[in-house]
């Protein structure tokens, strides 16, 4: 029987990242995507533009699939709007199985009052999650700390256990110094690091969104996290190399392949 996942998180319109990449990460491991469409992104005068839907029709999308759908796992991506963190949480309280929290905090500079209330919101949420999946930045605003090193890495991961995360892993990427594009990952116990060559590639716009899909993808099919962190990792490193130019020069992932597929050739 196909296993169904559903991702709440925002539309980007040039299905880079969110919805759009999850719901491809989630056919190329053969299970079967499901949406709740938080806000829209689009781009106007070269900025991102994001547009937030109403709570209620958040609550009305969630209501919708509860009553049709056994769900096997949730990924949750940008949020934005602090009443539908609320919803959210309501939503994942009695669910059992794989949840993955990537907490994007997507706020201008000036909008701090607000951020900090959005992030004390998302940190609510961290103990009904399997994993969580910040990037550099968005760990630096959750532990309230910068980061340059692994030494500060592992300090961050750490706070974020202490705020009732079950499990961390913070995705390096480019901002970490040398040549490898390293994640790092810890549950409480053991910090484990996830490392391969940086590419020369500018097609990375959805990164973070697939490795966090792939992550929830590999918990519903089974997998142990380090597990799910490696082949996930493996996911997004080929999803970089294979990824699709925007007229900008700037671009997208994509794995352009199926999973089951690839492993028999």
């Known amino acids: 029987m196909t296993k169904t996942v559903l991702t709440i998180a925002g539309s980007d319109t040039l299905?880079?990242?969110?919805?759009?990449?999850?719901?491809?990460?989630?056919?190329?491991?053969?299970?079967?995507g499901l949406t709740a469409i938080t806000c829209i992104a689009v781009i106007k005068d070269h900025q991102f533009e994001i547009n937030d839907l109403s709570p209620s029709l958040l609550q009305d999308q969630l209501m919708s699939i509860k009553q049709e759908v056994t769900l096997s796992g949730i990924k949750l991506g940008l949020i934005h709007d602090?009443?539908?963190?609320?919803?959210?949480?309501?939503?994942?309280?009695?669910?059992?199985?794989?949840?993955?929290?990537?907490?994007?905090?997507?706020?201008?500079?000036?909008?701090?009052?607000?951020?900090?209330?959005?992030?004390?919101?998302?940190?609510?949420?961290?103990?009904?999650?399997?994993?969580?999946?910040?990037?550099?930045?968005?760990?630096?605003l959750l532990s309230q700390q910068v980061i340059t090193n692994l030494d500060q890495m592992k300090q961050a991961a750490q706070i974020m256990i202490d705020l009732g995360a079950p499990a961390v892993v913070i995705k390096g990427g480019e901002r970490l110094a040398g040549d490898l594009a390293s994640d790092l990952f810890y549950d409480g116990n053991t910090y484990q690091l996830f490392s391969k060559p940086k590419l020369a590639k500018t097609t990375i716009n959805g990164a973070g969104c697939t490795f966090a899909s792939a992550i929830t993808s590999n918990l519903v099919l089974g997998k142990d996290l380090p597990t799910a962190i490696a082949n996930s990792k493996d996911f997004v490193y080929q999803s970089i190399q294979r990824g699709i130019i925007l007229n900008s020069g700037e671009g997208n992932v994509w794995y352009g392949k199926d999973v089951e597929t690839e492993e028999k050739a």
Do not use: C, W
């Open 15 to 32: 299905a880079g990242g969110g919805l759009q990449s999850d719901l491809k990460t989630f056919e190329n491991h053969h299970l079967f």
């Open 82 to 140: 602090i009443a539908s963190l609320l919803i959210v949480k309501k939503f994942l309280a009695d669910f059992i199985g794989p949840i993955v929290i990537d907490p994007v905090m997507a706020f201008k500079e000036s909008d701090q009052i607000y951020s900090q209330a959005y992030r004390n919101g998302l940190i609510e949420l961290f103990p009904l999650a399997t994993i969580i999946t910040p990037n550099l930045k968005e760990a630096e």
